[in-house]
């Protein structure tokens, strides 16, 4: 007596969305993760290499020496930069990514709230016709027995 479940296709497909956008998330996280990782990893190089030029200033460097210096900290200045972009970006698609990923799940949850109702609509049915059943048999035992105790 078991009926489908009407919304089943849809249940899995959004099943499989949501699926989708949980690995699709994990993706820009570790992307994001990453992006960061490596504006760190600049920053601290600035800072390491300033801080060589400062040792270099004070054992008396020359002015082309130190000129090389600024030129480079310049560039790893504009590296920052443009990872510190990139970081956002990458900050931006994460939080669009949770976003989808909120949606897709919320929608899931919906349609397998249905399918969960329906489960116990269906389990009630069968209850319901297994105890008719069950009253219907308790009966023809009540009656047979009343029958055969009247014969005797």
Avoid at 25 to 48: H, P, T, V
Avoid at 122 to 135: F, G, S, V
Wanted: cysteine-free.
């Amino acid at each position: 007596m078991s009926q489908n479940f009407t919304l089943q296709p849809l249940l899995d497909l959004m099943r499989d969305r949501t699926d989708e956008a949980t690995r699709q998330l994990g993706k820009l996280i570790a992307a994001e993760q990453n992006a960061r990782s490596r504006l760190q990893m600049l920053e601290q190089y600035r800072a390491e290499y300033a801080e060589r030029m400062r040792a270099g200033i004070a054992q008396g460097l020359t002015i082309q020496a130190i000129n090389n210096y600024q030129e480079f900290l310049q560039r790893i200045d504009t590296a920052i930069e443009q990872q510190a972009r990139q970081v956002q970006l990458s900050e931006n698609e994460t939080g669009r990514g949770k976003q989808h990923w909120q949606e897709q799940n919320t929608r899931m949850k919906a349609i397998d709230t249905l399918a969960v109702r329906h489960d116990e609509k269906l389990r009630a049915q069968e209850n319901k016709q297994e105890q008719k059943l069950l009253d219907e048999f308790s009966s023809r035992q009540f009656s047979r027995r009343k029958i055969e105790g009247e014969s005797d």
